[in-house]
């Protein structure tokens, strides 16, 4: 079976880790599977990246190609610079959408996000299948898009989302997790106290919850006590991060912490909890979206509500907290997820015939 997967983020190179769960998936289907991207400038245009082919398609010249990645479309079409490239991007997307599916003849496409993958799926005449993972969902549910969502959600084959909380955004989505692939650690045990060793992944973006994070340490601070943070991801650096770095990196700064932090004030999953709940290292995380569903609370780690730094602090305080578990993320293993996906797209490339 062949499948194609639309998307607006993607890896731009080894180790980039925009997008990563999309190649993961794609590279774990045991598929035929083709990914259709945005370019960015340094990118390669068409290249296999783990058994995957992958084209990306230029809508504006290098200098301008700042629509897609960094903080995220979203965030992106809020900056007065690039939000006049929207129907460039739009264009080009599905124009290069509809060469590939007379290129490779899939037999399903793959839509990661209702917008901008799924309305560009919606029209090529090809089954396929829609992943709402976060964002999108509550665009769906509430604001001026929602009309144009209902219309792009119900002509999918099928809705799916990444976790159950996400399912209140489409009634009948189906529950798609996204693969949990590893790179190669040492194994996890809690460092030597103080400092306090912390990490914390994620875009520089408000729904990220960062803010909160540095507020929840000032406080700590002012107590005496000591710590360390390391903080990765796009935009970072503007708040004393390390900006995006590779998977190996992320992975080494876990195996030598007492915690990863994920301070979001809204997550449809939160793939980086799993990953550190797998990799052995416990999570302190917000009660919100999917993160409960990855994190067991008080047995991966502790949940505290989101947007309160005092609470945060609290819960870091508590440190240093045993291996977690990892009941919960089980569902997150590759080959059940290939499994789960591979059902899914013989169903909805069966309803055609």
Not at 209 to 237: K, P, W
Request: net charge neutral.
């Amino acid at each position: 079976m062949r499948v194609l997967h639309l998307t607006s983020s993607f890896p731009r190179w080894e180790g980039d880790g925009s997008g990563r769960f999309v190649l993961d998936l794609a590279a774990t289907s045991g598929l035929d599977a083709h990914v259709l991207a945005p370019h960015f400038p340094g990118s390669p245009s068409d290249e296999t990246v783990d058994g995957v082919g992958v084209r990306r398609f230029r809508y504006a010249p290098d200098g301008l190609e700042r629509l897609a990645y960094g903080g995220g479309l979203p965030a992106n079409l809020r900056r007065l610079d690039r939000a006049p490239l929207l129907p460039l991007f739009l264009l080009a997307f599905r124009r290069a959408a509809a060469a590939e599916v007379r290129r490779l003849r899939p037999d399903v496409v793959h839509a990661h996000w209702w917008a901008p993958a799924g309305w560009v799926a919606a029209g090529l005449g090809v089954p396929f299948v829609v992943t709402m993972h976060g964002s999108d969902a509550h665009l769906a549910r509430s604001g001026p898009a929602r009309s144009l969502a209902r219309r792009v959600l119900a002509s999918a084959g099928t809705v799916g989302v990444v976790s159950q909380s996400l399912t209140a955004a489409w009634p009948g989505a189906e529950v798609l997790p996204m693969p949990v692939c590893l790179p190669v650690a040492g194994p996890w045990s809690p460092p030597p106290a103080p400092p306090i060793r912390l990490v914390a992944v994620g875009r520089n973006a408000p729904e990220k919850g960062f803010d909160v994070l540095l507020a929840a340490l000032a406080h700590i601070r002012s107590t005496g006590t000591d710590f360390h943070l390391d903080l990765f991801g796009e935009g970072t650096q503007a708040i004393g991060g390390h900006g995006p770095v590779d998977r190996s990196t992320i992975a080494a700064a876990l195996a030598q912490a007492h915690a990863l932090v994920v301070p979001s004030r809204r997550e449809g999953l939160g793939l980086v909890a799993a990953e550190a709940v797998l990799a052995g290292c416990p999570v302190i995380a917000s009660d919100v979206g999917g993160l409960p569903e990855v994190v067991e609370a008080g047995v991966d780690g502790l949940l505290v509500a989101p947007g309160d730094p005092v609470a945060l602090a609290a819960a870091i305080e508590r440190l240093p907290l045993p291996a977690p578990i990892g009941r919960l993320v089980a569902h997150h293993d590759p080959a059940a997820v290939a499994a789960r996906h591979r059902a899914v797209y013989e169903r909805v490339s069966e309803r055609r015939r």
